[in-house]
């Protein structure tokens, strides 16, 4: 379905990197959402669960032979799976997902991934530093200009963050995705990023 965000989970992904934009994707501040603009998907290699860093399962919804063509997002979870062949049939799904101009998530290891394709090349982008990008591209990551030293860039429907930025990257997402209000995202963003005492009990 076109309002469908699909997370790509490889072996060992790093779920906390889902879990500030699938939330505010599938709830607001006082319950599940009733009509939510969009609707989380797993996806992962085969449809058997697969496993994260922290040994929690993810029973996907769909396998990479399974999933659909049309869909809202594609968000490519960081994790040590990146470093795995596994991660090469991811390739086929980036490339056909910027051809068709939909929006692409990367975090962590995720990023890098994308450097070392050559998906990066024409975006300003960042990741875990430029050395981790260009260790992992070699000879196909061509735009070490294009690198930003901040925690989440959004070009051209592509959105890159370092491994600390689950909170920036879900903001830029949300806000590339249009899930909800300008002023609302930020006040998502800056309630988990400050924390509810420092927000609302201040003497």
Known sequence: MSNEILYILLPDYAAHEAVYLSQAVASDEFAMKEHPRYVNKAVAPTMEPVKSIGGFR????????????????????????????????????????????????AICNAASWMAKHGFLNAVKHTGNGQEQL????????????????????????IVTANGSATLEFARELLLLLEN??????????????QGFCNLFNKD
Do not use: C
């Open 134 to 157: 260009r260790l992992w591209g070699g000879d196909n990551y061509a735009n070490p200009d294009g690198y930003v030293n901040a925690q989440a860039v959004n070009d051209n429907h």
């Open 58 to 105: 993810t029973l996907p919804d769909y396998s990479f032979d399974m999933m659909p063509d049309d869909y809202a997002a594609l968000v490519l979870i960081g994790g040590f799976g990146w470093a795995t062949p596994v991660a090469d049939k991811v390739v086929p799904i980036v490339r056909s997902a910027i051809e068709k101009g939909k929006t692409v998530g």
């Open 180 to 193: 909800d209000t300008p002023e609302r995202i930020e006040m998502y963003y800056q309630f988990n990023k």
